[in-house]
């Protein structure tokens, strides 16, 4: 069966989750070729992922994410190279900026999401 072209909004979005997936390989020190050889993944099929041409589906990026150590959700999401310092600044001007119920709210899902 022929892969499906994508359009460009796919393009765009297949590059956006792509961009993250490298970055979390990188980080977790994975292959490209540990992908392959632990979920029988052609390598046309990974470079074709990582090239834009096709989009994995959501199954075979579960695989990725299980085989890294994180969640689905984590695993496309881009992870920041602002270090500690700079991203407590970054909070803390956000913080001010927010009204006390907005302020509240972002606390309580801050906690939540520490659980």
């Known amino acids: 069966m022929a892969d499906k072209e994508l359009s460009p909004e796919e393009k765009n979005s297949n590059a956006q ?3 993250s997936v490298r970055k979390w390989l990188e980080i977790k020190n994975v292959q490209q070729v ?8 052609s390598t046309g099929t ?3 992922w990582m090239n834009g ?4 589906k ?4 579960k695989l ?3 085989m890294l150590g994180i969640d689905l959700v984590t695993l496309l999401t881009y992870p920041s190279n ?3 310092e700079d991203r407590y600044k970054e909070a803390k001007e956000i913080a001010q900026q927010l009204d006390d119920s ?8 801050g906690k939540q999401l520490t659980k």
């Open 17 to 19: 989750i792509m961009s």
């Open 34 to 41: 540990d992908i392959v050889n632990r979920y029988n993944i």
């Open 46 to 48: 990974i470079s074709k």
């Open 53 to 56: 041409g096709i989009s994995p």
């Open 58 to 61: 959501a199954s075979q990026l």
């Open 64 to 66: 990725i994410a299980d």
């Open 82 to 84: 602002i270090n500690s």
């Open 102 to 109: 907005a302020y509240q709210s972002w606390i309580n899902i």
